[in-house]
């Protein structure tokens, strides 16, 4: 019986290799293909990238000439030049556009040829993502150390455990965001534009998830609902504890929120998936 089992252990532990073989071929080919596509629309990446850092760098804009040479809320002008530049890296990293394409797969048939793939289209979308990000956080990263270079008030608290807790919640973010996006996304099996409820989600994203101002600087009531959502786990978060901004009283309850929104989305967009699917078939897709 032992014996058994001992033989069972090496067996089972070379099937787990060459699946995870298997599945880091398929990603690798997967990025390697998103990888030269982007490389063709470079300038409307570089377009795309550019808006991403212009709305946090306007938004600096109005808050340094509010602040002045006092504070608002507690915020001085350096504390606002460093909330704005970690919201720019933290947005590139967590950001998801998913949604745009699944609308289009729907509506104009092109998912079809995807489902007659033996993998799921959740893993080309995944692929994508991390193409891009992969991208944009070098050239970001090169970016905030020259900035950084130059204007101190840019500069991060140096502490380790802080970048290393950043960086997971960052992760979580992202998974927040590319489940909430692609979940959304699938609504199109039902309507005919589902992109109007990302367009929604990112209006109402500008105040709740901190985009154009910090969250302490809302409405304590507009703050305490917001921080029931899963908008300020998306990016106030992870703003938060790389600026040094979230106590560690609140870090746990912040991953605490992170996890359980991140499953929440995930069992969302399961849902949606199998029935979506059980629709387009029933419709003649």
């Not at 929104?261 to 998936?273: D, N, S, T």
């Amino acid at each position: 019986m032992v014996s058994g089992s001992a033989s069972a252990a090496p067996a089972g532990a070379a099937r787990l290799s060459a699946w995870l073989a298997v599945w880091r071929a398929r990603y690798w080919q997967y990025i390697r293909t998103a990888w030269l596509v982007d490389l063709q629309y470079g300038a409307a990446i570089a377009i795309w990238m550019l808006w991403g850092i212009m709305e946090p760098v306007v938004s600096l804009g109005i808050w340094w000439s509010i602040a002045g040479s006092g504070t608002v809320a507690g915020y001085a002008r350096s504390d606002f030049a460093r909330y704005f530049f970690a919201v720019i890296l933290v947005n590139q990293l967590a950001m998801s556009w998913d949604a745009w394409y699944i609308d289009r797969w729907i509506r104009q048939g092109e998912l079809n040829h995807r489902l007659a793939r033996p993998i799921s289209p959740l893993h080309e979308a995944i692929a994508d993502n991390l193409a891009y990000k992969a991208r944009s956080a070098s050239v970001l990263l090169v970016m905030w150390l020259l900035v950084a270079a130059i204007w101190p008030a840019v500069r991060m608290p140096l502490d380790p455990r802080r970048w290393a807790l950043a960086a997971l919640a960052t992760a979580l973010a992202a998974v927040i965001r590319f489940f909430n996006n692609y979940a959304t996304g699938l609504l199109a099996f039902w309507t005919t534009r589902a992109t109007a409820l990302v367009e929604l989600q990112f209006g109402l994203s500008l105040f709740l998830s901190g985009r154009v101002a910090p969250l302490s600087l809302l409405p304590r009531a507009v703050a305490s609902v917001a921080n029931v959502l899963w908008f300020p786990y998306m990016l106030a978060f992870p703003v938060g504890l790389l600026t040094g901004a979230v106590g560690d009283s609140a870090i746990l309850p912040g991953f605490a929120m992170q996890l359980a929104w991140a499953v929440a989305w995930v069992c969302l967009y399961g849902l949606v998936w199998s029935r979506g699917l059980r629709h387009y078939g029933a419709v003649g897709g």
